[in-house]
């Protein structure tokens, strides 16, 4: 079953897992089970995407009944209207503890043109782990609170790779080694990027909605491990 957040006859905002795929693409590869088909099924009606999250990542995901909210709600995600928080571990400790990644991405494919790309990132914790790797006996790593401004292709991703603090987890643009690490002391085999909040404007009443999608067992128990409290209330929102 897939974790329903909020639903009413417009819209419905799903939790969705690490790992699964939103839908059928050419980006997917083997992929045997799609969100938005489980989800058809779950409540016996259509539904349709309005917006999408990577594969591996998790979190709040808005689904529409009908075409016509998905158009409403996809033009407030082109107008940059919606307003998004990631929680997300990197390898490092980044500098400045608060800053913007402002730098260029392609769409899906890296030879396409270039558009202007914003990421603001703040450090919530940090913590140095006892395990050597490479020429370091101690690692690093931090969890970031990530507010894109844009919605570029895995622009999160790409941008914490960019200033040299890959998420952990990240096949295509992190580091394997690392990802490798958190595999076998941590027990954790997931990305840890996760779509935490999301603000919009409801495309039916104009409402002001804000929705917060729960971690999962994985990323709370690694948050445990580290020593790692999320912030309380709406902080940032």
Same mark, same amino acid.
């Given at each position: ?49 309005? &917006?999408?999250?990577d594969? @591996?990542?998790? *979190? ?9 909210? @998905? ?21 490092g ?9 402002? !730098? ?5 494919r890296?030879? *396409?043109?270039?558009?202007? @790309? ?9 913590v ?16 970031l ?18 200033i &040299? ?19 076998? &002391?941590?027990?954790? &085999? ?9 603000r ?17 067992? @994985? !990323? ?18």
């Open positions: 079953m897939i974790e329903i957040l909020y639903q009413d006859d417009a819209l419905i905002a799903v939790n969705k897992p690490a790992g699964l795929a939103v839908h059928r693409s050419k980006m997917v590869g083997n992929a045997e089970e799609f969100l938005i088909d489980l989800l058809r099924e779950q409540v016996g009606d259509s539904v349709y995407l309005a &917006h999408r999250l594969r @591996a990542t998790s *979190g709040v995901l808005l689904i529409a009944r009908s075409k016509e909210v @998905a158009a409403a709600l996809g033009e407030q995600f082109m107008g940059r209207a919606v307003h998004k928080q990631y929680l997300v571990v990197v390898r400790w980044p500098e400045p503890a608060e800053s913007v990644v402002d !730098y260029p991405l392609p769409g899906s890296e030879t *396409g043109p270039r558009r202007e @790309a914003r990421t603001h990132y703040r450090r919530l914790a940090t140095e782990v006892p395990i050597a790797l490479g020429r370091y006996p101690q690692q690093r790593y931090a969890l609170l990530a507010e894109p401004e844009s919605g570029r292709f895995r622009q999160i991703r790409k941008h914490l790779a960019h &040299h603090h890959p998420v952990i987890g990240d096949c295509q643009h992190g580091r394997g080694d690392h990802n490798r690490l958190y595999k076998q &002391h941590f027990g954790c &085999h997931r990305m840890l990027l996760h779509a935490w909040r999301l919009f404007a409801h495309p039916v009443t104009g409402a002001t909605m804000e929705l917060e999608a729960p971690l999962d067992a @994985a !990323y709370v128990e690694l948050l445990e491990r580290v020593g790692w409290s999320l912030p309380m209330g709406s902080e940032g929102a």
